[in-house]
Nanobody, 122 residues
């Protein structure tokens, strides 16, 4: 059974940093793109970042570009999201996703985690 388990969320003050991890199990994802999305209260799910299977290509939403960094360790079947300079508007549940259903890395994925809460206070 495929599982994606996020960790690393929490409550921090504006300007702080957090590092989210997403550990995959059940099958290797070393040949698939992975991504991070988030859903803030009363808002639709939003693309945050994605990374190609090799890690050679990364993609970011404009709202996080320059502050967030996505990376992966294929040996550990894990993807990370380093979040620096956090802002209150980054408050959301963050979801890990694996294997996009199309070439659009900002779209749908076949596998999703349960999410981890990130709350940024002002």
């Amino acid at each position: 059974q495929v599982q994606l388990v996020e960790s690393g969320g929490g409550l921090v003050q504006a300007g702080a940093s957090l590092r989210l991890s997403c550990a995959a199990s059940g099958r290797p994802f070393s040949n698939a793109a992975m991504g991070w999305f988030r859903r803030a209260p009363r808002k639709d799910r939003e693309f945050v970042a994605a990374i190609s299977w090799s890690g050679g290509n990364t993609y970011y939403a404009d709202s996080v570009k320059g502050r967030f960094t996505i990376s992966r360790d294929n040996a550990k079947n894990t993807v990370y999201l380093q979040m620096n300079g956090l802002k209150p508007e980054d408050t959301a549940v963050y979801y890990c996703a694996a294997v996009p259903s199309s070439s659009n890395y900002q779209g749908e994925y076949y596998y999703w985690g349960q999410g981890t809460q990130v709350t940024v206070s002002s």
